[in-house]
């Protein structure tokens, strides 16, 4: 992993701060937080359909992490605990491809996160007008090396992170990484909305086709590799 560009972003993080914007206080239990997407990595699609931002919509412990690129290509994580729904969904047209998960399960595509320390620190920072608390992560290949991720628990979802591989978290992520393959994905809140969730957001998806969670991961890894 490029280590060297995510210590870079950490240390701009750490100069510079935050500059965001935040529109409803705090305390929601619905809304909308937009994330800005940077890659370090080769990818199989080309980079014009990779996503340029995540939504996370939130309502009632409901969320949907969605990451879009041209011609609705991208991710869409789904859970819905009331339903019962923990999906997974992956399109790179005309391919459109779903897992459906189990409760406690991770979402596909986190298994090269496998065996990370998270480790919660005294730092704190105000990101989107929200007061944020700090951890940092380290991995088995190098140790030495550690990264930061930022996060707020003045948003009210419970268990927000539960599959992810941040699920020792109990608070929303405001600045955070994921790994896929060889390719690593940074995420920075560029703004946190007040905003009417509509329950049809949690519903499961339709015109996806339903595959083994060994074939999602197959085409994920694909595409990051």
Same mark, same amino acid.
């Given at each position: 992993m490029r280590f060297s560009y995510v210590l870079f972003i950490a240390l701009i993080f750490a100069m510079?701060?935050?500059?965001?914007?935040?529109?409803?206080g705090?305390?929601?239990?619905?809304g909308e937080i937009h994330y800005n997407i940077s890659y370090v990595g080769d990818f199989f699609v080309p980079k014009e359909f990779l996503p340029r931002n995540l939504i996370l919509s939130f309502k009632d412990n409901k969320t949907l992490w969605e990451m879009t690129g041209m011609a609705n290509s991208g991710i869409i994580n789904l859970s819905n605990p009331e339903e019962g729904i923990f999906?997974?969904?992956f399109s790179v047209p005309p391919l459109n491809i779903y897992y459906a998960?189990?409760?406690?399960?991770?979402?596909?595509?986190?298994? *090269?996160?496998?065996?990370?320390? =998270?480790?919660?620190?005294? @730092?704190k920072a105000?990101?989107?007008?929200?007061?944020?608390?700090?951890?940092?992560?380290s991995f088995p290949a190098d140790r030495e090396i550690v990264l930061d991720i930022w996060y707020t628990d003045e948003?009210?979802?419970?268990?927000?992170?539960?599959?992810?591989?941040?699920?020792?978290i109990d608070g929303v992520l405001m600045s955070f990484f994921f790994l896929m393959g060889n390719t690593e994905l940074h995420f920075e809140a560029e703004s946190v909305y007040k905003k009417d969730i509509s329950d049809d957001t949690f519903e499961r998806k339709a015109k996806y086709s339903r *595959?083994?969670?060994?074939?999602? =991961?197959?085409?994920?890894? @694909?595409?990051g590799s």
């Open positions: 510079s701060g935050y500059s965001c914007r935040e529109k409803g705090k305390n929601l239990d619905q999906d997974t969904y998960g189990k409760q406690g399960e991770l979402y596909p595509g986190f298994e *090269v996160m496998d065996g990370m320390v =998270i480790s919660e620190t005294s @730092k105000v990101i989107c007008g929200l007061n944020c608390r700090n951890a940092e992560v948003i009210k979802i419970k268990n927000p992170n539960a599959s992810t591989p941040f699920n020792k *595959v083994s969670k060994e074939d999602i =991961i197959r085409l994920m890894n @694909k595409m």
